[in-house]
């Protein structure tokens, strides 16, 4: 599975972004989003990899408390795009932003798709998002 993010940038406290993710299956692979629990993750700098949100097949999604209220995950299957729409964006929402996948399977019985980073095996390179006071 290859990923690719976009749409990080500046932006002041109070606003908003949208970030996409593009997903694609490597030689001889045809990506189906339902086959996957799909991810947004992000470090900020000198912290660990936290959790941001995530959806499942049955478009079942899951937040980060820090996010609640504020984010929505999504995504377009005919496309093969997954979203995060940030809103009311703060300085502490300040990172590097990562989609994340990982097939289904017996993992999911076990918790579902809101994992710790180390659950997820296919990453994208990231986009940066700054928020400025």
């Known amino acids: 599975v290859q990923l690719v993010e976009s749409g990080g940038g500046s932006v002041q406290a109070g606003g908003s972004l949208r970030l996409s993710c593009a997903a694609s299956g490597t030689a001889g692979y045809t990506f189906k989003y339902s086959n996957f629990c799909m991810g947004w993750f992000r470090q900020a700098p000198g912290k660990e990899l936290e959790r941001v949100a995530t959806?499942?097949?049955?478009?079942?999604?899951a937040y980060a408390d820090s996010v609640k209220g504020r984010f929505t995950i999504s995504r377009d299957n005919a496309k093969n795009i997954l979203y995060l729409q940030m809103n009311s964006l703060k300085p502490e929402d300040t990172a590097m932003y990562y989609c994340?996948?990982?097939?289904?399977?017996?993992?999911?019985?076990?918790?579902?798709?809101?994992?710790?980073?180390?659950?997820?095996?296919?990453w994208g390179q990231g986009t940066q998002v700054t928020v400025y006071s």
């Open positions: 959806i499942d097949s049955n478009d079942d999604t």
């Open positions: 994340a996948a990982r097939p289904l399977g017996s993992w999911y019985d076990q918790g579902g798709c809101f994992r710790p980073s180390h659950v997820y095996n296919s």
